[in-house]
Nanobody, 127 residues
């Protein structure tokens, strides 16, 4: 059984930065698709970023348009941890951020790809 634990959320002013962490336990972290989603109250859960493995031990990063140039996803395989570095934060980024894990080879931008979800961490950006 895979378990994901997010941390790093908090309160920050517009233009500030936060780094979210997601620690994964269990097998197949190296080849799993790891994604970040966010959900504001009364809104649907929305794709933010993902990192995925492909043949040849190559990794690809995917980003939602609204975070390109501001957010960066990365992973440390030795620590079984995926990160989301968030810069130039805006009030519109306020949401609960969730880490998710799924099997490789499927679309990274949809929630149905993912089988395991973390508990979420709150990010609040004030103006």
């Amino acid at each position: 059984q895979v378990q994901l634990v997010e941390s790093g959320g908090g309160l920050v002013q517009t233009g500030g930065s936060l780094r979210l962490s997601c620690v994964a336990s269990g097998r197949n972290f190296e080849t799993a698709t790891m994604g970040w989603f966010r959900q504001a109250p009364g809104k649907e859960r929305t794709f933010v970023a993902a990192i995925r493995w492909s043949a040849g031990n190559i990794y690809y990063a995917d980003y939602a348009d609204f975070v390109k140039g501001r957010f960066a996803i990365s992973k440390d395989s030795a620590k079984n941890t995926v990160y989301l570095q968030m810069n130039s934060l805006k009030p519109e980024d306020t949401a609960v951020y969730y880490c998710a894990a799924g099997r490789p080879g499927k679309r990274s931008t949809v929630t149905s790809t993912y089988e395991t979800w973390g508990q979420g961490t709150q990010v609040t950006v004030s103006s």
